[in-house]
């Protein structure tokens, strides 16, 4: 898993974990009535295996889901098999009620260590989500800080500009003021020459008459031109001259008019998000993790050496010739949760031009058992035809499968020089053809396709394959 998952899953209750993947182990298994019952014990066989191997690399997961499985298929949904209570499986039935005891005790085993290793992640995470919020607290405040930090400096700038500004506009005044002082200076140093009076014959009366003395509030004519009397003519000396506006002071007080440096109210704020974990059960979020955690199982690779199809050639050489379709068993070692193949088993068969049939299925089981070797899935010719996958093929690779969704299905065209490596398409055609009941060759809908390219096959030229003949 990748951090985020892996913090995920240790945020969950423990014992949430442990039914999660129960109830998805479980939920996993069905059963066909079409398929044969002895399919199902031999699968029961493989399924152990498989939990042995992950055992042994400390994969305690994945082996506690596969002995929930071997239970729940042996003790809930093949005793609902109409074959079930077959003379012909007792012996298979007393194998599998011998295995359950020591089943059950391995799957409560890992399920006792797997809770300890649960509470000691779930404890941890606990420990890392206290400094995860510790530290996401300190930068909420450093951020706040700065903010804060950023808009005092941004009123300062602002302050500063508007200086500059009205140093600017008074400097621009002065001059301008400099200016009209200059102006009215050469002005007031040129005398103003009135035109001389009009002379008139001014007839007085024969009595004294005294004149009263002119008074004004404000500056009188006589006193604007120094008359002495209304006979003598007004002489302009000098010209009084407004006075030129005083400077302004030097000390400018600036008033801002935008108000106080700006503050941070902390208690409008709204708070960093939380995640509400109520509106999603545990539970839910536990299943949902091993579900996605098993769909990635289910995508494990299948390793097959590309020598293979042609030493399976080889051997079928003599049945090809004679236009008979000749079968085998892939069976493989599971390693580092991969499949990567190692045998091709040709058990006892009976073929004909357009199909094959395996016989004494035991003896192929008794060897696959000495070698701790896994079904995954199997190989066959069609001696005239192309690739593909009949409707009879469709029904034989779908008890593959079922039994395990890696299993392959190569199909060798000899005539036509090309080999295929089909899958049933999941969920699609595996849902349709497990509820076919039809049997030998019969139409089937092609759209949507029923079966695929395998995407999860690689092929490897350093590797190589026995091919072991029982016919």
Known sequence: MEKSELSKAWSIDPRERIKALSELASGSVSISNGIPIKRYYRSGVELERMAKVYEDENNMEKAFFLYIKYTTLFVECLPKHPDYKSPQTSNERKVVRSKLKTIFDRAEFIKNNLTITYAGQHKKWIMEEQI????????????????????????????????????????????????????AVKASEKPVVLPPPIQRQATYPSLPVETPPIQSNTSSFNEAFNMTSPSA????????????????????????????LPTVDRSTKPAVPQIDRSTKPAALAASDMFAEMMTQDSQRAVIVPTSLPDKFLSVCLDNTQKNIETCGILAAKLTANNFTITHVILPKQRGTPDSCQTLAEEELFEYQDKLDLITVGWIHTHPTQSAFLSSVDLHTHCSYQLMLREAIAIVCA??????????LTDPHGLDSVSRCTKSGFHPHPTIPP?????????????LTAQVIDLR
Do not use: W, Y
């Open 132 to 183: 995860r919020k510790a530290e996401a607290e300190q930068k909420r405040l450093e951020d706040e800080a700065r903010i804060e930090a950023e808009a005092v400096a941004a009123k300062r700038a602002e302050m500063e500009r508007r200086e500059t500004e009205l140093a600017l506009e008074l400097e621009q005044i002065e001059k301008q003021l400099e200016e009209t002082r200059t102006i």
């Open 233 to 260: 003519p007004p002489v302009v000396s000098n010209m009084s001259l407004p006075s030129a506006p005083s400077a302004p002071s030097a000390h400018i007080q600036i008033i801002s008019d935008t108000g106080p």
């Open 414 to 423: 000899p005539k036509h020089n090309s080999t295929g490596i089909f899958a």
């Open 450 to 462: 029923l079966f695929e390219d395998c995407k999860h096959v690689k092929m490897d030229s350093n």
